[in-house]
């Protein structure tokens, strides 16, 4: 029994040992469930964080684009001022140089005195040759501290030099550049072309974008019209964040993107440009109170053509935009489409399948450029003069001009005001068909009566389209006319331009139109020349 009970007694030992054992085993396969739960929970709540910011770094990528009129809206505008250099040199400070060197100390050098009874031993001898030696150390030491101090002092009094020149050639070059400044502020003042296009470039070039922006912008001032002509770089579509938020998928452990619908990109893609465009004329305006009056905006976008594989730059926006006329928009309220279209804009129906509108104005400088030389050296010019031509030349060299542009017949039509009526047609002059051309020979700004009597002699002749070519030059409502009427203007600059392409002729136009004419003088008539 005792054995049959020290069995019992080692296998209730054992029992309970394997009973622990599975006991242990269970609690230790329980934690390591919940540490393991924890750590997928975590992995969860890790990615749920992640998908929850990468959402909103994308909705914040919206709302900038969102905002890119109304940020700029409180800003001051850009001016000359801000250009100006002042310099904030650093004062001179010597460094170490400013730091002297202590100079020797004879207590350092002393040798001690001897004591009565090593004076009475021969010390007094020997305290002597010390004393000796000890002034030749310290005078050694002096000399050496008078030569490094001498050489501080020159180092110093170099450095300071240095600094005093550097802070001169500081000034001077601010000076330098402030003074150029100045004349360009005077000559932004009195609407010299190059002052105001560099000033309208700087304005542009100022204005902050999100990464993705091209900065290509192109300017042009017209001095008669007291307007500008800009050339700018359009943002693609594809900065229209494509993917609208981010979605945890716990079943496959992944962050999936949510795309945005399609119907969404082309709609926000159109309001930016909108923005863009009104962005710019108000900084534009607001920068440029005193000189320019109207802008003309073409916006247009470099892409590739998938139907050639060739860069394509079609335009998606044209606006010609008055001072006044803009000045009465509230820009922080305005729908941005709408206000674009209040402004009688050209705009692409469709911008973000790239379908590309005609601008208002074909960005050419040589085309629409007066030069100075086309009225103050005329007479001292072999070059003729378009003024001094008689009508019968002046209608033989615009005839010769548009037969080698391409017009098939021509037929002159008496005309009473020194200039010529014709009628012409073609397959290729400017858009073929019946094309009525009128050459006034004038001196003066051909405004708009003369461009509106142009409709009622196309509606005499049955013609499709009409041309006005004049030495002189036309005003911004002849312009916006001509656009809705199927007239093509063409004045000096570029009746220059064009004698010299197609017949190899150079001339003057003989007429330099008045800097400072009023944009919207446009009801004044030229005179015939001489």
């Known amino acids: 029994m005792a054995a049959r009970g020290g069995r019992s007694e080692w296998e209730r030992r054992q029992a309970a040992q394997r009973r622990e054992a599975e006991r242990l085993a269970r609690e230790n396969e329980r934690q390591a469930k919940a540490a393991e739960k924890a750590r997928q929970q975590r992995h969860i709540d890790e990615q749920t964080r992640l998908a929850d910011r990468k959402t909103s770094e994308a909705a914040a990528a919206v709302a900038r684009l969102d905002s890119i009129l109304a940020e700029v809206l409180s800003n001051r505008p850009l001016a000359i001022d801000d250009f100006l250099i002042r310099v904030q040199a650093q004062p001179f400070t010597a460094g170490a140089l400013g730091n002297p060197e202590p100079p020797p100390n004879w207590s350092d050098y002393e040798p001690e005195p001897p004591r009565m009874f090593g004076r009475l031993l021969g010390g007094a001898s020997r305290y002597e040759r010390e004393l000796n030696v000890a002034r030749q150390r310290y005078e050694q030491a002096s000399a050496g501290h008078s030569q490094r101090e001498s050489r501080r002092l020159a180092d110093l009094a170099a450095a300071r030099a240095a600094h005093a020149v550097h802070v001169k050639a500081l000034n001077q070059a601010a000076q330098a550049k402030n003074q150029e400044l100045e004349i360009a502020r005077a000559a932004l003042r009195v609407g010299d072309p190059c002052a105001v296009e560099w000033f309208v470039g700087q304005v542009l070039q100022a204005s902050t974008y999100p990464g993705g922006f091209p900065r290509r912008v192109q300017v042009a001032y017209r001095p008669e019209n007291r307007d500008v002509v800009i050339e700018m770089e359009l943002p693609l579509s594809s900065v229209i964040p494509a993917v609208r938020g981010y979605k945890y998928v716990k079943a496959r452990d992944a962050i999936d993107p949510l795309p945005r619908p399609q119907a969404e990109i082309k709609q926000r893609y159109a309001h930016l440009i909108a923005r863009v465009v009104l962005r710019t004329l108000h900084e534009v305006f607001a920068a440029t109170p005193d000189v320019i009056e109207a802008v003309v905006l073409n916006g247009r976008i470099s892409t590739i053509d998938n139907a050639t594989g060739r860069e394509i730059r079609p335009h998606l926006v044209s606006v010609e935009a008055e001072r006044a006329d803009f000045a009465d928009l509230v820009l922080s309220k305005v729908d941005p489409a709408a206000c674009l279209k209040r402004l009688h804009a050209l705009v ?92 006034k020979r004038w001196k003066g700004l051909v405004g708009l009566d003369a461009v509106h009597a142009l409709t009622g002699v196309m509606a005499d002749h049955n013609a499709t389209t009409g041309v006005l070519v004049t030495p002189s030059w036309f005003g911004r409502a002849s312009e916006q006319f ?29 007429v330099t139109p008045p800097r400072r004419a009023r944009a919207s003088n446009n009801t004044q008539s030229g005179r015939p020349g001489p």
């Open 348 to 439: 692409s129906p469709n911008p973000y399948d790239v379908e590309a509108i005609e601008p208002f104005i074909e960005f050419d400088l040589r085309r629409f450029r007066f030069s100075e030389d086309m009225d103050v050296v005329s007479s001292l010019d072999s070059r003729r003069n378009l003024l001094t031509l008689t009508p019968t030349e002046f209608e033989h060299l615009i005839r010769q001009l548009f037969i080698a542009m391409g017009a098939e017949s021509w037929t002159t039509v008496p005309s009473k005001d020194g200039g010529v009526d014709a009628v012409a047609t073609s397959r290729n002059i400017f858009f073929g068909g019946v094309c009525l051309i009128q050459a």
């Open 482 to 510: 001509a656009q809705r009427n199927r007239i093509t203007l063409i004045n000096g600059a570029e009746l220059k331009h064009l004698l010299k392409e197609h017949l190899n002729i150079d001339v003057i136009p003989g």
